[in-house]
C-alpha cells in the first residue's frame, strides 16, 4: 500500500538547536517527493522537489536529503520564524499524490 | 512563478446559501487542479481531483452534489459549496500542478478558504 509517514508529530526545539524531520514513504514508483511549509491559516507553501535517491536541496536553513525509502529535512540553527508544519508529499508513477499528516515544529526564542 | 490565487480568503453565510469559491493558477496552465479540506491541526483530506474540461474526481465519502466542482479553463476550477450548513463549515484549500517538462511537477497551493457557515 502506497504511504508516506512523517514523525515526529511534534517538535519543539530552542532557537539554535538543530535537529532533523523525518518522511517515509513506501510507493510503487516515486516521480517526486515534495516538501511544504504551512503556516496556520494558510496554504502549504512548496519548499523543494527530490527526484532520486542521493539528491539533496538547500535552501536558507532548510536542507531535504532524499534515500529510496526517506526524506530528511534537516534544520540547522532554527529561528523562531522557522515555527510551521512542515509536510511532506510523494507523487507516485501512476500520478496519485500521498502526503504525509505533518509535523509541527516550534522554535522557542 | 506557480502562483495559485484562491478567493475569497473568508466568507461567513447563513445556512442554505450556497458559497463559491475560486482557485486560479496565475502564471502557468493548471491540467489538474485538486481541492482539500482541512480540519483544525489536522492534515489535508482531498475532496477531489479536477481535469480541465472533463467531471471531477470525487473521493470516497464527499457528496458530488454537495460540493460541485468545475473545472472550465485551464487557469480556473470553482468548488461551490450548495444549500451550506454549520456542518460545512472548514478550511478549504485548492491546488494545481501543470505537466510542463519530463519532471515531475509538485502541487502549488491557493492560500484556502476560511468557511464559516452560521
Known amino acids: 500500500e502506497d504511504q508516506v509517514t512523517q514523525s515526529p508529530e511534534a517538535l519543539r526545539l530552542q532557537e539554535g538547536e538543530s535537529s532533523s524531520l523525518n518522511c517515509s514513504y513506501t510507493?510503487?514508483?516515486?516521480?517526486?517527493l515534495f516538501w511544504y511549509r504551512q503556516d496556520p491559516g494558510k496554504g502549504p507553501e512548496f519548499l523543494f522537489t527530490?527526484?532520486?535517491a542521493g539528491e539533496e536541496k538547500e535552501k536558507e536553513r532548510l536542507k531535504a536529503t532524499l534515500t529510496k525509502k526517506e526524506s530528511f529535512l534537516h534544520i540547522t540553527a532554527p529561528k523562531p520564524e522557522d515555527s510551521a508544519t512542515y509536510l511532506c508529499?510523494?507523487?507516485?508513477?501512476?500520478?496519485?499524490?500521498?502526503f504525509g499528516t505533518g509535523t509541527s515544529l516550534t522554535v522557542i526564542p | 512563478g506557480a502562483v495559485v490565487s484562491q478567493h475569497p480568503s473568508w466568507v461567513i453565510c447563513k445556512s442554505g446559501t450556497s458559497v463559491k469559491i475560486e482557485c486560479r493558477s496565475l502564471?502557468?496552465?493548471?491540467?489538474?487542479m485538486f481541492w482539500y479540506r482541512q480540519f483544525p491541526k489536522q492534515s489535508l483530506m482531498l475532496m477531489a481531483t479536477?481535469?480541465?474540461?472533463?467531471?471531477?474526481?470525487?473521493e470516497q465519502g464527499v457528496e458530488k452534489d454537495k460540493f460541485l466542482i468545475n473545472h472550465a479553463s485551464l487557469t480556473l476550477s470553482t468548488l461551490t459549496v450548495t444549500s451550506a450548513h454549520p456542518e460545512d463549515s472548514s478550511f478549504y484549500i485548492c491546488?494545481?500542478?501543470?505537466?510542463?517538462?519530463?519532471?515531475?511537477?509538485?502541487?502549488?497551493f491557493g492560500d484556502g478558504t476560511r468557511l464559516s457557515i452560521l
Open positions: 491546488s494545481a500542478y501543470g505537466q510542463g517538462g519530463l519532471l515531475s511537477q509538485p502541487q502549488h
Open positions: 510507493v510503487s514508483g516515486l516521480r517526486g
Open positions: 508529499a510523494v507523487r507516485s508513477t501512476g500520478n496519485q499524490f500521498y
Open positions: 527530490l527526484y532520486s
Open positions: 479536477s481535469n480541465e474540461g472533463s467531471k471531477a474526481t470525487y
Open positions: 502564471d502557468f496552465q493548471a491540467t489538474t
